[in-house]
């Protein structure tokens, strides 16, 4: 299984913009899909995720700026971003795994990973 993440890139504060990541196989209804970030010098964080029961959970920093969805029959996951501040410049990873609810921003429970995609929000 591959996860191939795109759509970064470079953005005003304020500006939006929609990640994708494609998968090869048919991993998205049979496990959680999330969006992780990392900023340079801190950890991946947790952003947003889909669990099997096709639920969405947010982070708080991105909640109500930020939609997860998926189109199964295009094995594709997506984040539309928008609001978007300089506090949210990080490389954005896709990631797919057996992961139950309780621990679903945990990134430990994920199998797959993307490559990542860099956001840069300019202020």
Known sequence: VQLQASG???VQAGGSLRLSC???GRIF???AIAWFRQAPGKEREFVAATGRNLHSYYSDSVKGRFT???DIAKNTLYLEMNSLK???TAVYFC???PVILSQIAAATGYYYWG???LV???S
């Open 8 to 10: 970064g890139g470079f």
């Open 22 to 24: 494609a998968a090869s």
């Open 29 to 31: 209804s049979r496990y």
């Open 68 to 70: 997860i969805s998926r």
């Open 86 to 88: 300089p506090e949210d």
């Open 95 to 97: 990631a797919a795994g």
């Open 115 to 117: 490559q990542g995609t």
């Open 120 to 122: 840069t929000v300019s």
